[in-house]
């Protein structure tokens, strides 16, 4: 195959290039000449010390390495592909006590912990509470006067109200949890002045807030899902500070992703306005997981390697960092018929919007999809004559597809 023709020194997880677009032509470049490819990184670019890594774009290899956690690993640099230059190796090996940077066994003890609320019945229990929620917000936005932001007044709060319902956290403090989860994973994004420090410090903060709610359903336990996982009578619980990091997962996994791929939703609704009259019309079920491709809210996510191993025809070395790409396998025309149509009738979509299976597939995507689901038929009943305002406004983030800014009206 020929070598793809790449500019000099293309680094994927720069941030610079997420706060633009998706490099989605330089991904199906690589798909097409060279799927598994060296990434070069100068000095200490991404905190971990090191030349490079791998970026795997096609959808067959992102599977394979999601679904061999003993070769590609999680936790020997975590699950985040790029850190900051600062960032010092404690913080980072820090992570570790996070689900999402655990590898099998203890990863699999904590999960079927966690999962305790996140089964069916749980799911379905919230349902009802969540559709009045979601109408109650699109109401809210609908009755405003002129344009307004659908990122803070629609996208951002169902997954909060959500979460809050979840794992009892009052509705009041749902403004803690969006303030400390942007803060967290603004740190790429001058326009927040957000230091390694003050993501630090956020990050402290929830697992504090986490830890105060496990002490004190252990004192006096509660129907919620928080006694369910710290306090109940059978062995198997969480910790107070497993509980803490739990929190801080949701508080990115269950939160950031959901909020962003509702909002590019909307934006692709609206920039295909054929789609968003056959929802009004039809309400497909097969909606929200198009919408979860179409947005992939997580660029990647990396691995490494824990031995010697060969992928897409490449060697990659013991302790080399693989940058599994769900934005690329997601596009991979292999997989998926006319990959760059917005097409919410898709059915099979066997995306990796939930992550590429394996250990680390997404616990909580039954509820996002709820979620999803929910708020863009109430935007359809309250609204359905939205419109654009002006294009949106992108994140600076090296693996997070996030839009700050969308303004639309309703009017």
């Given amino acids: 195959?020929?070598?793809?023709?790449?500019?000099?020194?293309?680094?994927?997880?720069?941030?610079?290039?997420?706060?633009?677009?998706?490099?989605?032509?330089?991904?199906?470049?690589?798909?097409?000449?060279?799927?598994?490819?060296?990434?070069?990184?100068?000095?200490?670019?991404?905190?971990?010390?090191?030349?490079?890594?791998?970026?795997?774009?096609?959808?067959?290899?992102?599977?394979?390495v999601s679904t061999h956690p003993e070769i590609f690993s999680s936790t020997l640099n975590t699950a985040i592909i790029r850190f900051n230059e600062h960032i010092e190796r404690e913080r980072i090996d820090a992570q570790r006590l996070i689900l999402l940077n655990?590898?099998?066994?203890?990863?699999?003890?904590?999960?079927?912990?966690?999962?305790?609320?996140?089964?069916?019945?749980?799911?379905?229990?919230?349902?009802?509470?969540?559709?009045?929620?979601?109408?109650?917000?699109?109401?809210?936005?609908?009755?405003?006067?002129?344009?307004?932001?659908?990122?803070?007044?629609?996208?951002?709060?169902?997954?909060?109200?959500?979460?809050?319902?979840?794992?009892g956290v009052p509705q009041d403090d749902r403004a803690k949890i969006f303030d400390w989860s942007n803060r967290m994973i603004a740190y790429?994004?001058?326009?927040?002045?957000?230091?390694?420090?003050?993501?630090?410090?956020s990050a402290a903060e929830i697992i504090a807030y986490a830890m105060n709610m496990a002490a004190a359903r252990k004192q006096c336990p509660a129907k919620d899902i928080v006694t369910t996982l710290v306090a109940a009578e059978d062995e198997g619980n969480l910790a107070s500070d497993e509980f803490g990091f739990f929190v801080l997962m949701l508080a990115v996994a269950g939160n950031e992703t959901t909020r962003n791929a509702i909002t590019h939703g909307m934006h692709a609704f609206l920039s295909h306005p054929d789609q968003w009259e056959l929802f009004k019309r039809e309400?497909?079920?097969?909606?929200?997981?198009?919408?979860?491709?179409?947005?992939?809210?997580?660029?990647?996510?990396?691995?490494?390697?824990?031995?010697?191993?060969?992928?897409?025809?490449?060697?990659?070395?013991?302790g080399e960092r693989v940058g599994i790409f769900y934005a690329s396998a997601n596009r991979d025309p292999e997989v998926f018929q006319r990959p760059d149509d917005f097409d919410i009738t898709r059915d099979p979509n066997p995306h990796f919007g939930?992550?590429?299976?394996?250990?680390?597939?997404?616990?909580?995507?039954?509820?996002?999809?709820?979620?999803?689901?929910?708020?863009?038929?109430?935007?359809?009943?309250?609204?359905?004559?939205?419109?654009?305002?002006?294009?949106?406004?992108?994140?600076?983030?090296?693996?997070?597809?996030?839009?700050?800014?969308l303004r639309v009206s309703a009017v």
């Avoid at 199906?28 to 991404?46: F, H, K, M, Y």
């Avoid at 917000?137 to 932001?149: M, Q």
């Avoid at 994004?189 to 630090?200: F, H, I, Q, S, W």
């Fill in 1 to 64: 195959m020929p070598c793809p023709a790449l500019p000099d020194g293309f680094d994927f997880t720069d941030p610079d290039v997420l706060h633009h677009r998706v490099p989605l032509p330089e991904f199906a470049e690589l798909r097409r000449a060279e799927p598994v490819r060296w990434i070069p990184q100068s000095g200490n670019v991404a905190g971990f010390q090191d030349e490079g890594y791998w970026a795997v774009t096609r959808h067959a290899d992102v599977k394979h």
């Fill in 102 to 167: 655990m590898d099998p066994p203890e990863h699999t003890r904590v999960r079927q912990i966690v999962q305790r609320g996140f089964t069916p019945r749980s799911i379905r229990a919230l349902e009802g509470r969540l559709r009045e929620r979601a109408r109650m917000i699109v109401e809210a936005a609908s009755a405003r006067e002129g344009d307004f932001d659908f990122v803070t007044e629609v996208a951002c709060e169902l997954p909060l109200q959500a979460i809050a319902e979840l794992i």
């Fill in 188 to 201: 790429d994004d001058p326009e927040y002045a957000v230091t390694e420090e003050v993501g630090a410090q």
């Fill in 283 to 318: 309400r497909p079920h097969t909606a929200a997981e198009e919408i979860v491709r179409w947005a992939t809210p997580v660029v990647a996510f990396q691995r490494t390697a824990t031995q010697d191993t060969e992928l897409g025809g490449k060697v990659i070395r013991k």
């Fill in 354 to 405: 939930f992550g590429g299976g394996g250990p680390h597939f997404c616990l909580g995507k039954s509820l996002a999809v709820l979620e999803i689901d929910l708020i863009f038929n109430a935007v359809a009943d309250a609204m359905p004559g939205l419109r654009l305002v002006g294009a949106p406004r992108r994140l600076r983030s090296a693996w997070i597809n996030g839009v700050k800014e």
